[in-house]
């Protein structure tokens, strides 16, 4: 934009210009190599850049639930790493699935509240090793994740230590980078640490 500018400035000030000095001569071929540059840099620019995925606003209501039995210091850890994945990441939505059992619930969510792992889930579960759905749409195994809003976008499954699973949703597809991959896995790292230590929220096999 700059660049086009600039090089129109100059062809207008070199048609009014009655007589041409050498000095001028030189600014205007400094000018023009200076905005031939600027236009490239712009050109460039734009397909180097990258582009946004496509955001959805996803099918569901803002949910805050919590399993009633679980102790305060519980309570308060997933709270926490909720929050923070919830505002620090692209994910919408969040479930915490522990020993069979739904610990958390919070994000943009339907009215099903009932968790039955499918085959993606479950293989997180044996394998303990975390499974990213790049774009859910195109995975046959995406209707086994009918407890999220319907039109989720991406997936991923984090292992919280051998016995539970977090899974998150995205309103865009390819939206999580490898950075929030490793925040992910750090705070279920964490998670699987406070619930292996509290009584009566589980214990590692």
Same mark, same amino acid.
Request: hydrophobic fraction near 45%.
């Given at each position: 934009?700059?660049?086009?500018?600039?090089?129109?400035?100059?062809?207008?000030?070199?048609?009014?210009?009655?007589?041409?000095?050498?000095?001028?001569?030189?600014?205007?071929?400094?000018?023009?190599?200076?905005?031939?540059?600027?236009?490239?840099?712009?050109?460039?620019?734009?397909?180097?850049?990258?582009?946004?995925?496509?955001?959805?606003?996803?099918?569901?209501?803002?949910?805050?639930?919590?399993?009633?039995?679980?102790?305060?210091?519980?309570?308060?850890?997933?709270?926490?790493?909720?929050?923070?994945?919830?505002?620090?990441?692209?994910?919408?939505?969040?479930?915490?699935?522990?020993?069979?059992? #739904?610990?958390?619930? %919070?994000?943009?969510?339907?009215?099903?509240? $009932?968790? =039955?792992? +499918?085959? !993606?889930? @479950?293989?997180?579960?044996?394998?303990?090793?975390?499974?990213?759905?790049?774009?859910?749409? #195109?995975?046959?195994? %995406?209707?086994?994740?009918?407890?999220?809003? $319907?039109? =989720?976008? +991406?997936? !991923?499954? @984090?292992?919280?230590?051998?016995?539970?699973?977090?899974?998150?949703?995205?309103?865009?597809?390819?939206?999580?980078?490898?950075?929030?991959?490793?925040?992910?896995?750090?705070?279920?790292?964490?998670?699987?640490?406070?619930?292996?230590?509290?009584?009566?929220?589980?214990?590692?096999?």
């Amino acid at each position: 934009m700059v660049g086009g500018v600039a090089a129109v400035l100059l062809l207008v000030n070199r048609l009014l210009t009655p007589e041409l000095t050498v000095t001028q001569a030189r600014s205007d071929v400094l000018g023009a190599i200076v905005s031939a540059v600027l236009i490239l840099t712009g050109l460039l620019w734009q397909q180097v850049a990258p582009r946004l995925p496509d955001a959805v606003e996803l099918v569901g209501e803002q949910r805050f639930e919590l399993a009633p039995d679980l102790p305060e210091t519980v309570r308060t850890e997933l709270a926490w790493a909720s929050y923070l994945l919830l505002t620090n990441t692209v994910t919408r939505s969040l479930i915490v699935f522990y020993q069979g059992k #739904v610990l958390l619930r %919070r994000g943009i969510l339907p009215e099903k509240t $009932e968790v =039955t792992p +499918g085959a !993606i889930v @479950q293989r997180v579960l044996e394998k303990h090793k975390p499974v990213y759905l790049v774009a859910l749409s #195109v995975y046959p195994g %995406r209707f086994e994740f009918d407890y999220l809003p $319907e039109n =989720t976008q +991406g997936v !991923i499954c @984090q292992p919280i230590g051998q016995q539970g699973v977090m899974i998150l949703g995205a309103n865009a597809p390819r939206s999580y980078t490898k950075q929030d991959e490793t925040w992910i896995a750090g705070i279920a790292d964490k998670l699987d640490v406070t619930l292996f230590r509290e009584q009566g929220a589980g214990s590692r096999e």
